[in-house]
């Protein structure tokens, strides 16, 4: 009599053996743990990015305005507006890697925007309480504007079919 798993028979339960249906439990907890960690370590150093460029947007707005290279119109804004059309844009790249279920695109670009507008609006808030700094609307429209073309950009990326990639020939 043979203690292996019979597949498709009908009244073969009695078949298996005890032992194998403990490994095949075993097995499929392992693999189940280890795609969870993956993923779990996966969502990890997706948000990575985003929690450093937060916490260095933040750490600068605590400061005085730092001086940075030539001086030209709007030069303020402009900075807002790339510093957020990074975070946009890093937000959109961590939504994709934890939600690969999330097809359309444009959810994402949605949560992106709204997630770096938000943290821009609250750093305008706690701009407001530090003594050398002031909230400013302008900053909060160029980051707005910024997160705007940052998630745009990335969303460009997304729907951009992929390479073709070129196959050796076979004989």
Not at 74 to 91: E, F, I, N, R
Request: charged letters at 15%.
């Amino acid at each position: 009599m043979k203690y292996d798993k019979v597949v498709g028979v009908p009244g073969a339960a009695h078949l298996r053996h005890p032992v194998n249906d403990y490994r095949s439990i075993c097995y499929d907890k392992l693999v189940t743990l280890i795609a969870m960690r993956t993923a779990r370590s996966i969502d990890f150093f997706a948000w990575l990015p985003v929690a450093a460029l937060c916490a260095a947007i933040f750490l600068q707005s605590c400061f005085a305005s730092p001086d940075i290279g030539p001086s030209f119109p709007l030069k303020d804004k402009a900075l807002h507006a790339a510093v957020y059309a990074l975070l946009a844009g890093l937000v959109f790249r961590a939504c994709r890697l934890t939600w690969p279920a999330w097809r359309a695109p444009i959810q994402i670009l949605v949560v992106s925007v709204a997630f770096a507008t938000l943290f821009g609006a609250g750093d305008e808030l706690h701009q407001a309480f530090v003594a050398t700094r002031q909230a400013d609307a302008l900053d909060l429209l160029a980051d707005l504007v910024g997160s705007l073309v940052g998630g745009g950009i990335y969303l460009t990326i997304f729907r951009r079919p992929p390479k073709a990639t070129a196959r050796p020939s076979t004989p």
